[in-house]
């Protein structure tokens, strides 16, 4: 069944959700008394919407690259949180402090054919608390492959009404402990499907809406017996909950949609099955994780910054269940070129 | 349109990546299907029982002859029953099988991991009294707090139960030698393979009846779960073509007199003084603390701390097979500044930076800590998977999980002497920089309960196996070594206590060498 599922669901996926199936995700577990944090993912979501803004975006937005059109960039994303929610109480763990997520990710985007591009990018995340005499973790968390494709684009009143759809894929591109009270990641695939519907004023005002659905594969535990809820399994295989995101944004963008954006986002993860963390325990990768965010990202590209373009965002967990309460910020450089159609490129700005 | 066929094609490559399987059902216990049993054990009546003074004991009278009407009409029943089974009734007459203790251990492993939550301190950082004011019945959900001493306790008291219970169960076998079902009326169709062994009293019953009271009495916020778990195991036993109710029922009736023994005997082994109160505990700190110079002595170290370790009289509990705890108690762990203890205190330095990911994997798959069945649970499923290898009978199973508990408990009850005799400090308390895979347990360093249950568990073990002996000394050294990858036990709490645990697990094996099981 969830094969089949995750294949259809799939065919709409991009790209994009490669960073955003990350951030939500997970990200905030906890772990052994603490919490375990897969930060990478919340932070790294943020991020990764901004990510890609200027040239061509996230498997999440309506932006796309020209064919031949490369974007590559380096981000920075910082996470910290000193509350979580333990089934939904909200509650500081003396054991941990405040806990830090860091990631720096590596990324491109590049426009394939007309409408269609493709995305790929791995984080690198430490983490670590505060408190307590538990050891943070770090490491290369999942890789994520993404392609967003480009429906519909179709001029209505003053402005375009464009749809997209993307298929985004991660899997843990390291071996990391998925139990560890600070364990990067949930050590598990994602496949993402993900549905985009934007539309953007002549004078660079736009609105967007999209929705993505998670199929998620097995985690694989280090050890051979866990308890979710009120049974036990003799296996290292977790099933994990699928998930579906969905965000709404509103913005502004000049022109030639590459010299400057501004965007206002608010955005809700939920976890489709999974279970609470029990009283003062750790987290386990198959909890309900819910998360629900506000979110601000900025791109600049200079004129003069031949191709080098930045990036800057900011997100604030308001609300969630099994998920730590974090602020993060984050930024990145961007790097624009053309790697074929050069002249095409050139005439379509 | 050739456009799209290359998105399209693109999507499923991604796609494909991402799902390169399916996912299967996930296993809750030990997988088997049911056996033909590689001895029959016509003797087993006259083993020795652990606490029955024979099989004997319990009298249990003869049953109806198979020619009488009264007989004939019990077949009668289990054949509608039998010839009618719905799917629900199929399938758990699969999960439970012909040897239902593996799956009774399996649920005791499932409580021990419910159970098994430290208190929580709440908003106000107050954690509940470790011992509930008398007169009162502790909330639900963190009663009883089964950490490894409850939890190894709990087996042990299970398992020779339920040892007791076949044992008294083959006794009326053979000595009524009633025959199994299908000999008498062979349209009865059995469930499982045939083992031609008298169905008079079942053997199920009994140890279903014998653990169900028992759990009920160390789990009393769950007794309508595991009465109604050992009604379906009774009632499968009809559906499986392997039991009338008159054979349920005698082995109800030698179930429910072993409870007693063993109920009473729970009673009076000294545990309910193990889990000490503040003020008591206090008094046994002041006297730790004047005995030994060496050593700065244990605190708690979570945050806030817990003002009470756990069970520090757990070793004045009543043991099965040593004389006395302190007959087997090691010496006295290296002084704080003493070479050995530089040399571990280096090495605890040397794993917080540089721990291979392989050692902390291996940290991890032993770390048997919170909502796990713990170490003890650890070692039943190993030897579980080795039962149902050897195509074990039920009363070669108890046997093996009896004295497999009962060493492992006395091995618990010498740790935590131990323990709470030297309060010797954990890694991280007496040196702040190391840091740990997970949170140091809530009792003292020495000695390492993980390599006193291993080391018990590998010599009862080795010796029902001797061909996996090698495997199970590597697990035991494993899971003692995992406590030093993790940080959270010195070396040598470790290696003196699989010392000690082997030496403990000795005494069970010289009984079980005699007791005509062999």
């Known amino acids: ?349 | 349109m050739k456009k799209n066929i290359i998105v399209f094609s693109l999507l499923l490559v991604t796609a494909a990546i991402t799902f390169n399987a399916c996912e299967k059902d996930i296993p809750q216990g030990v997988t088997y299907t049911a056996y033909t049993y590689a001895s029959k054990d016509e003797d087993g009546g006259t083993w020795d029982p652990i606490l029955l003074t024979a099989g004997s004991e319990v009298i249990i009278d003869a049953p109806a002859d198979v020619a009488s009407a009264e007989y004939l009409a019990e077949l009668a029943e289990v054949k509608d029953l039998n010839s009618s089974l719905s799917d629900d009734q199929q399938e758990i007459v699969d999960y439970w099988g012909n040897n239902t203790l593996v799956r009774w251990i399996e649920i005791a492993e499932e409580l021990a991991a419910k159970y098994n939550l430290p208190p929580d301190p709440g908003p106000e950082g107050n954690y509940p009294p470790p011992v509930a004011p008398s007169g009162t019945t502790p909330a639900s959900s963190d009663f009883p707090f089964s950490h490894p001493p409850f939890t190894c306790r709990m087996y042990a008291y299970i398992s020779a139960a339920a040892y007791d219970a076949a044992i008294s169960s083959w006794h009326y076998k053979y000595t009524y030698n009633r025959p199994a079902l299908y000999k008498t009326d062979a349209s009865i169709e059995l469930a499982y393979p045939q083992n031609d062994i008298p169905s008079y009293p079942s053997e199920d019953a009994a140890i279903a009846t014998s653990i169900e009271k028992m759990l009920n009495a160390l789990f009393p916020n769950d007794v309508t779960y595991i009465s109604e778990k050992a009604k379906e195991c009774r009632d499968s036993r009809m559906w499986a073509g392997l039991a009338t109710q008159s054979d349920l029922n005698a082995g109800d009736s030698i179930g429910r007199h072993v409870a007693n023994v063993y109920i009473t005997r729970s009673k009076n082994d000294n545990a309910k003084f193990a889990q000490t109160n503040k003020a008591s505990y206090d008094s046994l700190v002041v006297i730790a603390d004047a005995m030994w110079n060496d050593w700065i002595i244990w605190k708690n170290i979570d945050i806030p701390p817990r003002p009470v370790g756990v069970t520090p009289k757990f070793g004045g509990v009543t043991p099965w097979w040593i004389p006395d705890v302190e007959t087997v108690r090691p010496g006295p762990p290296p002084a704080q500044g003493s070479a050995e203890y530089i040399a571990a205190e280096k090495e605890m330095l040397d794993f917080t930076e540089n721990a291979t990911k392989e050692q902390e994997r291996i940290a991890f798959f032993w770390s048997d800590g919170p909502s796990t069945y713990t170490p003890a649970g650890h070692w039943n499923l190993l030897g579980a998977e080795k039962i149902v290898d050897a195509a074990m009978n039920p009363l070669r199973t108890a046997r093996v999980f009896a004295y497999l508990n009962t060493a492992i408990h006395d091995a618990g009850i010498s740790c935590w002497d131990t323990k709470y005799y030297y309060f010797y400090p954990r890694p991280a308390q007496a040196n702040p920089e190391i840091r740990t895979t997970f949170m140091s347990p809530n009792f003292p360093s020495y000695t390492s309960g993980h390599s006193t249950f291993s080391g018990a568990g590998a010599e009862v073990l080795s010796h029902f196996f001797p061909g996996s002996a090698a495997e199970f000394e590597d697990f035991a050294k494993e899971a003692s070594e995992s406590r030093i990858y993790a940080r959270i036990h010195w070396r040598f709490d470790c290696e003196v206590g699989l010392d000690v645990g082997h030496n403990i697990g000795d005494y069970a094996v010289s009984a079980a060498a005699v007791d005509g099981g062999e």
């Open chain 1, 1 to 349: 069944m969830k094969c089949k599922d995750s294949l259809k669901c799939m065919e709409n996926a991009t790209i994009a959700n490669i960073f955003a199936a990350m951030n939500k995700n997970n990200y905030l577990k906890m772990k052994l008394r603490s919490i375990l944090l897969k930060p990478g993912s919340i932070l790294f979501c943020t991020v990764s919407f901004f990510f890609f803004n200027v040239h061509a975006q996230t498997p999440a937005d309506a932006v796309l690259m020209q064919p031949g059109q490369f974007c590559g960039a380096i981000t920075f994303n910082n996470s910290s949180a000193s509350e979580y929610w333990q089934g939904d109480s909200l509650i500081e763990n003396g054991n941990v402090g405040t806990f830090t997520s860091q990631t720096i990710g590596a990324g491109f985007v590049l426009g394939v054919i007309k409408n269609l591009n493709v995305y790929a990018s791995l984080p690198l995340i430490m983490n670590k608390p505060s408190a307590g005499f538990v050891e943070g973790t770090s490491g290369i968390q999942d890789f994520t492959i993404a392609a967003k494709y480009q429906l519909l684009d179709k001029k209505i009143g003053s402005g375009n009404l464009k749809a997209l759809v993307s298929a985004t894929g991660t899997l843990p591109a390291s071996n990391y402990i998925p139990e560890h009270p600070y364990a990067i990641g949930l050590g598990c695939s994602d496949g993402i499907g993900r549905a985009i519907l934007a539309y953007k004023t002549d004078l660079g005002v736009f609105a967007k809406a999209q929705t993505g659905y998670h199929v998620r594969g097995n985690c694989e535990l280090a050890r051979g017996y866990y308890f979710t809820d009120e049974e036990g399994y003799s296996s290292n295989i977790v099933d994990m909950p699928n998930a579906i995101d969905y965000s709404a944004t509103i913005g502004y963008i000049t022109e030639d949609s590459r010299t400057f954006k501004a965007e206002a986002e608010f955005s809700v993860f939920n976890s489709l099955g999974g279970f609470d963390i029990r009283p003062w325990d750790q987290g386990f990768p198959s909890n309900e994780m819910d998360a629900m965010r506000i979110g601000a990202n900025f791109q600049y590209i200079p004129e003069y910054a031949k191709g080098f373009g930045l990036l800057l965002n900011t997100a604030y967990t308001l609300d969630g269940r099994n998920v730590w309460k974090t602020f993060n910020i984050g930024g990145g450089i961007t790097y624009f070129f053309n790697i074929w159609n050069k002249e095409e490129a050139a005439s379509a700005e």
